[in-house]
């Protein structure tokens, strides 16, 4: 026998078998590489979404997948297969693959062939769709760090022989995790709700610079039950300029719906009107029991009404109010009604997120549903919960970072969570007493509470109800106080550029440092005036402060202008100070200025509403300088004490008349004649009983204000 290379000859033909054998095994090698040729050519990339799942998802999720060519020549995909990331997930199905192609399901993958040929394979640069359906185990940890497994070939029918691993197409794009814990909402929410209890209705609407309760509800995916851990657990996102104090409790295993996971109490919103907002939740229980960050949108923030005549200046304006205004206040209607049984309504309306705060004569301190819905029936409400005190509330509520604060004619100063307690009534978180009957509203400001009281003081008490807080129930000293020469009644202070402004009985304005600091000392610490106006009569008018010039009305008829800085006409030691101007009325003026886009709007006891030129110039003359009204409105008979306040170009004002009516505060719209008169745009009904004396609001869209019937209004559009 011969042998030469691979050919063999014999003399029964030996050589033929030879030969073939010598041939199939020079295809075999010129297959094999032409395959490596054409696989090392093959660029592939593939992503997936979603890219989390929970434990023991026995239902399964369907995965979709991308697969991209990604080949610079001519090589086409004719096969792809995808491996789960790991032990933990059971392919269920392969739900999802181009036109045509063949689906092979096994436990651990998902193989996809195209028909013959290449006229349905993936193109190079072209891109083909998939989906996979997994389950996942039960267990009581995460599974994280995986990634899918995506494999292709030019092949019409996979085989591991020529194939090529994609590559995730962007950083993590085949990433895969399994989580214990899944965030499905976060509820703004006045009062925090019970850990794994149904999750309360969903409300993503909060009143800009307030603290709200952010409520975080999902599910506990684990197989075993599992307490929600602050330091495992993030919150984040636009809506939230600080996160509250996170409280939580035991959540059963394998939750069947969304339940409560925590609660974070006193969250600070966002001090600013938006909308398009955000919330970013993570809750976990330890570093191997969490879920995904969950991004929840559409959150909102509103003026809302935190206090009397608005904000710290007092300038009775809420600027934000775009719902209402001149073209469409006439249509506005009766939306509910709430009555405080025995009692009248002296007290302003304060709103915020979504509850109407309120006091009334018979000693207690009402919450409403703002939007009229909670506890009403036929548009008549019944209070979500009171608070009692010992005597009337007529003073106006303030509320700040959670809390709701305000005077009692027993002589205190009440402070009660603004979510209540979850009782219909309501005990104090703190008290703090001063020596008679308080009617001025607090005003609260970089953790100090400001209030009048009829015993001649202003006083300023720590707002946490900590520095010179004791004892069960607890109770407050003040921070320090400020004596005037009479009655603080229904003056409420304002506070800007660090400067507490206040009218007291005595005839006269004051300025007070607000940090207790200039003019203070002694302990307990007494605050004398930077300075002092005085007026011709008792001063029971609130002071507003804008543009540098404080307003303010007394019972000499007048409304006054002074320099709020305490420069412009001041002088002496004591320092006092003389009006940049005055403007007369007929009658005494116990309503608080507002002063909206360079008019200053005010009542007067003789029937009439005035509006005056703030810079004290048009209608302005003489020595010392006097103004005339650029226009009023007349309610004859009725004397106006009820304080005005202006949204989007529309004055509203009470009156003793029983109404509330509607003005264009520009004087151009009902108005006519030298000097010009002004009749309403609009006007409430009249109220049997009904003198109205607190000071009308308007809060996205709803006219709200009280009656001395006992009853609270609330007037929308149709």
């Not at 005036?529 to 001063?539: D, E, K, R, S």
């Not at 009006?579 to 116990?590: I, K, R």
Request: hydrophobic share 40%; net charge negative.
């Amino acid at each position: 026998m011969i042998v030469s290379g691979f050919v063999s000859w014999a003399p029964d033909g030996g050589w033929v078998v030879g030969r073939a054998r010598w041939v199939l095994g020079l295809l075999m090698l010129l297959a094999a590489s032409a395959g490596s040729t054409a696989a090392a050519n093959v660029v592939a990339t593939a992503s997936v979404t979603p890219k989390i799942q929970y434990v023991g998802d026995t239902a399964g999720t369907t995965f979709s997948f991308t697969v991209t060519d990604g080949s610079t020549a001519s090589e086409s995909l004719g096969s792809v297969r995808i491996t789960r990331p790991g032990v933990a997930w059971t392919i269920t199905g392969c739900p999802g693959a181009p036109l045509g192609w063949v689906r092979v399901k096994a436990v651990s993958s998902c193989t996809y062939n195209s028909a013959p040929g290449i006229g349905d394979n993936i193109a190079a640069g072209a891109t083909a769709h998939f989906k996979v359906k997994a389950t996942t185990a039960a267990g009581s940890a995460d599974v994280t760090g995986m990634s899918w497994d995506i494999s292709v070939n030019q092949a019409d029918t996979y085989t591991t022989i020529g194939a090529t691993s994609a590559s995730a197409a962007t950083t993590g794009a085949l990433s895969a995790a399994i989580y214990t814990w899944q965030v499905v909402s976060a509820v703004v929410a006045p009062l925090p709700s019970s850990v794994g209890s149904a999750c309360p209705a969903a409300n993503s609407s909060a009143t800009a610079g307030s603290a709200i309760v952010l409520v975080v509800c999902g599910e506990n995916h684990a197989n075993t039950a599992l307490t929600p851990a602050s330091v495992n657990s993030t919150l984040t996102g636009s809506l939230i300029a600080a996160k509250g104090t996170f409280s939580s409790a035991t959540v059963a295993a394998q939750s069947s719906a969304s339940v409560v996971l925590a609660n974070y109490a006193g969250s600070r919103v966002r001090s600013t009107i938006a909308s398009g907002l955000t919330v970013i939740a993570s809750i976990g229980s330890s570093s191997t029991q969490t879920s995904p960050a969950q991004r929840l949108a559409g959150y909102t923030t509103t003026a809302g009404w935190t206090k009397f005549h608005y904000d710290l200046a007092n300038s009775g304006v809420n600027a934000n109010e775009t719902t209402l205004g001149v073209g469409n206040v006439s249509n506005l209607v009766q939306k509910w009604m709430a009555q405080t049984p025995g009692g009248s309504i002296f007290s302003s309306v304060a709103i915020v997120n979504g509850m109407a705060y309120f006091g009334s004569t018979n000693n207690r301190l009402y919450v409403e549903d703002a939007n009229g819905v909670t506890n009403c029936v036929a548009g008549t409400c019944d209070a979500l919960w009171a608070g009692d005190t010992g005597n009337q509330v007529a003073s106006s509520p303030s509320v700040v970072n959670g809390v709701v604060y305000v005077g009692s004619g027993d002589g205190k100063l009440y402070a009660f969570n603004a979510g209540g307690c979850g009782a219909q009534l309501c005990s104090p978180l703190w008290t703090a007493a001063t020596g008679a009957a308080i009617y001025s509203s607090p005003a609260v400001v970089n953790g100090v509470v400001y209030i009048g009281s009829s015993d001649d003081k202003l006083y300023a008490f720590d707002a946490k109800g900590v520095k010179g807080c004791s004892g069960t129930p607890k109770t407050c000293q003040p921070l320090w106080t400020a004596p005037t020469g009479g009655r603080i009644t229904y003056s409420a202070p304002a506070v800007v550029n660090g400067v507490v402004y206040i009218g007291s009985e005595d005839h006269s304005l004051y300025a007070f440092d607000a940090h207790g600091v200039t003019n203070c000392s002694g302990t307990p610490k007494i605050c004398m005036p930077l300075w002092t106006a005085p007026t011709g009569n008792a001063v029971y008018s609130s002071p507003a402060v804008v543009n540098g010039v404080v307003y303010v009305g007394s019972q000499d008829h007048n409304l006054y202008a002074f320099d709020a800085t305490g420069v412009t006409n001041c002088s002496g030691t004591p320092k006092i100070c003389t009006p940049l101007w005055m403007a007369p009325t007929a009658g005494g003026v116990q309503s608080s200025p507002a002063v909206a886009n360079g008019v200053v709007y005010v009542g007067s006891e003789d029937d009439n509403l005035y509006a005056f030129d703030a810079n004290g110039v048009t209608g302005c003359s003489g020595t010392p300088t006097t103004c005339s009204p650029l226009w009023t409105a007349t309610i004859t008979a009725f004397p106006i004490d009820s304080s005005p306040t202006v949204e989007n170009g529309v004055v509203y004002v009470g009156s003793s008349n029983q109404e509330v009516q509607a003005y264009d505060a520009s004087g151009t719209i009902n108005c006519s004649g030298t000097p010009k008169v002004c009749t309403p745009l609009w006007h409430t009904p009249s109220q049997s009983g009904g003198t109205i004396y607190d000071s009308p609001i308007v809060v996205n869209g709803t006219l709200y204000y009280g009656s001395g019937n006992g009853s609270v209004y609330a007037f929308g559009l149709p």
